[in-house]
């Protein structure tokens, strides 16, 4: 029996950096899919049983590298609440999706003495309870990631057609107190008037709930 597939106690470290590979890889996967960049600026990775495509844009890679670096800085404060992915037409400049990660978290003790010291996780003891709640594979917390990738790309299947370029934007909401960089700056939220939403599957580190959702502006609303 080998060792990944033995339970183990996931940690807030492991945990946020689970969440935010997640966060990378389906935003590229929304990328291709939506066509909002060129197919031949993707390639093929193996990941989380699937193959998977990445971007090879120098511009948009290191973009998403700043703010998942951000995102990990927040996720281990506990100041995430969601992250949305805006697509909106570069022609109309209406918002035609918004794909939504909500992100909970399931285990608020570890969370809150990580917080307090980053020095205390390490040492940190679990007890008996929050033991056997944290016991879960990485090939189980995978085998959830793959499902909601695989409902990303079936969205072809039922999202209306995009008619015109688009543009995409990435939201992040925090709680009040969450420190926000200069660099960084308040957005409206982009809703989309007359819209449709389809739940997606969840995925759970023991420690991190996300949960998946997509909005779309509805057909014959902007369909000629």
Known sequence: MSSTDNQTVITLAGSVDIVTEFFFTAINSILYQRGIYEPASFRRVDKYGLTVLVST???????LKNVMNQMQTWLLEGTV????????????????????????????????????????????????????????????????????????????TFLPL???????????????????????YDSDPR???????????SFTTSIHKVDTMVT?????DWEL
């Not at 944290?134 to 969205?155: L, M, P, V």
């Not at 995409?168 to 107190?177: A, E, G, K």
């Not at 779309?216 to 014959?220: M, P």
């Open 57 to 63: 844009d120098d511009g948009l890679l290191g973009y």
């Open 81 to 156: 609440q969601k992250l949305v992915v805006v697509v909106a037409g570069l022609d109309s400049g209406e918002t035609l999706e918004r794909w939504q990660f909500q992100v909970q978290v399931d285990n608020a003790d570890t969370t809150v003495a990580a917080a307090g010291d980053e020095n205390n996780v390490p040492n940190q003891q679990p007890s008996a309870t929050s033991t056997k709640k944290n016991k879960k594979t990485i090939k189980e917390i995978h085998d959830e990631i793959q499902a909601i990738i695989r409902q990303i790309t079936a969205s072809v």
């Open 162 to 184: 995009l008619n015109e370029p688009c543009s995409f934007d990435l939201l992040v909401y925090t709680d009040n107190d969450a420190v926000v960089p200069q660099k960084w």
């Open 191 to 201: 809703y989309i008037m007359n819209s449709s939403e389809v739940k997606l599957r």
């Open 216 to 220: 779309y502006k509805e057909k014959d």
